[in-house]
């Protein structure tokens, strides 16, 4: 099915450092959203975005909505050993089905203490 | 616990056999969507239902598949003459109607197929 162009696949970063990963694609989306998955669980929802150049932020997190609707964006700062596990986007795409989210692959991190 | 509940969490099952999952939604949600979910991949969907009604299926749901509602509250997804693809994690997830973006994860069915 079709999914996501979510980036970087992985990273190994230090306690402290700030991470950012994107998710683009070559339709245009109505909604963007983060979710981040522990292993054996199922996503939780980190942020929404709705508009078009919209920025929203959740804690040390902040997320932006692209302004070509095609793309967005996840900046964790000053990371914790908690951030570790899968973060994923999803999309609603324009003119597609009511409710059928669409994934990315997902950007696995590691944090180092 | 209000969030969305999963049984079972983890179901081994040999080649051929039929397997029923049931998903609980957070109540008064009105859609309740499944979705599948494979190693190193994010999850895909498979259908949805706005109270009992399934209101769409993906081309991933064969005909081996069947998801029901009946009462528009719980949904049991089953699996007939299971084959060692359908090894995955089996997502559902819920929002209230009108809101068909933020939709609520449960912590999933991890099915093994031997």
């Known amino acids: 099915g079709q999914q996501l162009n979510q980036s970087p696949q992985s990273m190994f970063i230090q306690e402290g450092e700030d991470v950012s990963m994107n998710c683009t694609s070559s339709s245009i989306f109505n909604t963007w959203l983060w979710y981040k998955q522990d292993p054996g669980e199922g996503p939780v929802l980190l942020i929404a975005l709705y508009k078009a150049g919209e920025l929203t932020s959740n804690g040390r997190l902040t997320a932006q909505f692209g302004i070509t609707r095609k793309d967005s964006f996840l900046n964790i700062s000053a990371s914790i050993p908690s951030d570790v596990g899968i973060y994923f986007c999803?999309?609603?795409?324009?003119?597609?089905?009511?409710?059928?989210?669409?994934f990315g692959k997902g950007t696995k991190l590691s944090v180092k203490p | 616990d209000t969030g969305v509940s999963q049984n079972p969490r983890h179901k081994i099952t040999k080649r051929g056999q039929n397997v029923t999952f049931r998903c609980d939604p957070i109540?008064?949600?009105?859609?309740l969507y499944w979705y599948r979910q494979t190693l190193g991949q994010g999850p895909e969907f498979l259908t949805y239902?706005?109270?009992?009604?399934?209101?769409?299926k993906s081309r991933l749901l064969s005909d081996r598949f069947s998801a029901e509602r009946p009462k528009g509250s719980f949904s049991t997804l089953e699996i007939q003459r299971t084959e060692q693809g359908d090894s995955a994690m089996y997502l559902c997830?819920?929002?209230?109607?009108?809101?068909?973006?933020?939709?609520?994860f449960g912590p999933g069915t991890r099915l093994t197929v031997l």
């Open positions: 109540s008064e949600h009105n859609r």
């Open positions: 997830a819920s929002n209230p109607s009108g809101r068909n973006d933020e939709q609520f």
């Open positions: 239902f706005q109270n009992e009604a399934q209101l769409e």
């Open positions: 999803a999309g609603l795409r324009d003119g597609g089905s009511q409710g059928n989210l669409i």
